[in-house]
């Protein structure tokens, strides 16, 4: 049987972080603790390190997405960075992508339970769902898959001159240099490296930023898209 970890009270840096929506904070921070563990979503190690780890080192991302855009956070899993960037940020329109039900359900219990009224669950597969979402300005990201795979799911869901920002580790510059010529052909017009969160998590949270032309996913994914916009149309037509 294994010893339940016990969620550490949330550190000063949340109140000024989260602002209003610390109470929501510390209660979505004991649902992961609790359902997020009995139902696999995070391991029971993680729960002593869930604030500076976990949901502060996703909420300092808000400081790099532009005010009152659409996002898309890809792999949401158990809503991370998806949710914490939620709490800090009501201007921003929020689709929480994830293929597994257990998740989804446990994603739709949170977005109720925290009253997200700007945040939607969808159940599928990057790959599956382009067409059928209508294409935002941010995709976001965290512990999917390496870079130039993320890349390939992620990219092909954003507007013209969207952004991907990938939330990685130590790793970082090594994926960036590894994924230069896959970026390319998916239409990525510039990259960067930034470092969010000073003062609030240390190390601060490193994010990946890939700017995309007038055609995200470049020519692979432009006959996709295209049959997916006639397919649409079609449907709506009957």
């Not at 997405?65 to 998806?82: I, M, N, Y």
């Not at 940020?89 to 989804?104: G, N, S």
């Not at 359900?105 to 059928?132: I, P, Q, S, Y």
Request: charged letters at 25%; aromatic letters at 4%; glycine letters at 10%.
């Amino acid at each position: 049987m294994t010893e339940e970890a016990e969620l550490p009270p949330a550190p000063e840096q949340a109140r000024d972080v989260f602002g209003d929506r610390y109470g929501d904070a510390v209660r979505y921070a004991e649902l992961l603790a609790e359902a997020g563990v009995q139902r696999g979503l995070i391991g029971p190690r993680e729960v002593p390190r869930l604030w500076e780890r976990h949901l502060l080192n996703c909420a300092v991302l808000s400081e790099v997405v532009p005010e009152g855009v659409t996002v898309c956070d890809v792999g949401s899993g158990a809503g991370l960075p998806g949710i914490p960037l939620a709490l800090v940020r009501d201007d921003l329109k929020i689709t929480l992508l994830e293929p597994l039900l257990r998740r989804t359900n446990f994603l739709t219990e949170v977005v109720e339970l925290l009253g997200l009224d700007h945040v939607t669950v969808v159940r599928g597969r990057a790959e599956e769902v382009m067409g059928k979402l209508p294409p935002v300005h941010v995709v976001t990201a965290r512990a999917v898959a390496p870079l130039d795979r993320l890349a390939t799911w992620g990219i092909p869901l954003l507007r013209p001159y969207g952004e991907m920002l990938a939330l990685k580790g130590d790793t970082a510059e090594e994926e960036l240099k590894s994924a230069a010529t896959a970026l390319s052909k998916l239409g990525a017009v510039e990259t960067s490296i930034l470092h969010v969160g000073e003062g609030v998590v240390d190390p601060m949270s490193t994010v990946v930023r890939v700017e995309v032309g007038e055609s995200p996913g470049g020519v692979r994914f432009a006959a996709k898209r295209a049959k997916a916009a006639r397919t649409g149309r079609a449907r709506r037509r009957r």
